[in-house]
């Protein structure tokens, strides 16, 4: 990650706009909170050897829900935004929970339920909408988005910074301590003194980040925006959900062997519907903060997000084969493809060019992780 931004950051020395610049990595940030809120879900849905296509459908259906439901009179029916995005919320549960039904128990394959509900809830959004964009979205529900008021400003930066770097060296040094405690090995100690100046390193540059991009209403730091806490507390849920509980770990076995699974009592066929339900969640929660980001909804919103969410999965070392991959990993994998389609639009390349690169990228992924893998056999 560290050498594709630096390359990209010198590939954009001579552009108007650099790549490690405040106001570029802070944008940044912003465009892969909703990618990273839908790859948490997709990787339990890839680990347990499955697949959700609809995804970006599912985004655009529960943001134009949310959209008509909260828009004024005639066009909408003027609902307040919190009860819409919980009615969009619910949508989204919902229809996940559904196609976890159709997959788990009416044994319907994952790939032809969801790709059926990829063109069922682009064309149902369309049709609620009949075909017109839905806005402008209420003030306070913008602030989702990440605007010119969608940000916590320096001071409470400055706390949360300090509060997740404190949590984060004691969770290092309490592991250590524990294992060390127990007779279990542990890394030498100048590897966790390295990995403790990495952390002081990461939190100190986030810092700048968000508080180096003025907001030139204030004059000050815009500090984190909302979508990035949001998107952020996703992730974490979601990595204690995959790595913590037995729900995670009844995920990874089903993924693994879903016949051994079965055997060893696992309700396999609740799982996966809580896995598609899970992934539905996610794609209303990812729903309301694009539609808050770009104010109006459009009838294409999410239109192919699907392939980004399963390419920054892929990336990010999750088998498509099932029974493996992290959320972190899926994380930094968003991290990276948001990064280089960034960079390469400060460059200047052409989309169609960027496709072709985004493209290589995952296929290089998709080798590596084979190849990987195959010698690990």
Do not use: C
Request: hydrophobic share 55%.
């Amino acid at each position: 990650m560290s050498l594709t931004w630096l390359v990209l950051h010198l590939l954009t020395l001579n552009q108007a706009g650099q790549f490690l610049s405040p106001q570029n990595l802070w944008n940044l940030s912003v465009q892969t909170a909703v990618l990273a809120i839908l790859v948490g879900g997709m990787v339990l849905v890839l680990v347990a050897a499955q697949v959700d296509l609809s995804v970006g459908s599912l985004l655009g259906l529960t943001g134009m829900v949310m959209a008509i439901l909260q828009v004024a009179p005639p066009l909408g029916h003027g609902w307040p935004w919190p009860l819409a995005m919980l009615v969009g919320l619910l949508v989204g549960g919902g229809i996940g929970l559904l196609q976890g039904y159709l997959v788990a128990y009416l044994g319907a394959p994952s790939f032809i339920v969801t790709l059926a509900g990829l063109l069922i809830y682009r064309n149902a959004a369309y049709i609620l909408a009949q075909g017109r964009t839905m806005g402008p979205l209420q003030d306070d529900f913008l602030v989702l988005g990440g605007g010119l008021n969608g940000s916590i400003g320096p001071f409470w930066t400055w706390v949360v910074t300090l509060a997740t770097t404190v949590y984060a060296m004691y969770a290092l040094w309490n592991g250590r301590a524990t294992r060390s405690r127990h007779g279990l090995p542990t890394n030498p100690l100048w590897l966790d003194m390295l990995l403790s100046l990495l952390v002081l390193a990461f939190f100190a540059g986030f810092l700048w980040v968000m508080n180096g991009y003025v907001n030139p209403a204030t004059g000050q730091g815009r500090g984190i925006p909302v979508p990035v806490l949001i998107a952020a507390a996703v992730l974490v849920y979601m990595h204690w959900l995959a790595q913590r509980t037995r729900f995670g770990r009844y995920i990874y076995a089903i993924g693994g062997n879903r016949e051994a699974a079965m055997l060893a009592g696992i309700p396999v066929k609740r799982m996966l519907v809580l896995t598609f339900g899970i992934m539905g969640l996610l794609s209303g929660l990812a729903g309301a903060i694009q539609a808050a980001r770009l104010a109006f909804v459009p009838t294409g919103m999410g239109s192919l997000l699907e392939l980004y969410v399963i390419a920054a999965a892929v990336v990010g070392g999750t088998s498509l084969a099932g029974g493996k991959g992290t959320i972190l990993g899926a994380a930094l994998g968003a991290l990276l493809m948001s990064s280089i389609q960034s960079g390469l639009v400060l460059i200047g390349v052409p989309t169609e060019w960027q496709n072709v690169v985004l493209g290589a990228v995952l296929l290089s992924a998709a080798v590596w992780n084979a190849r990987f893998d195959r010698r690990k056999r």
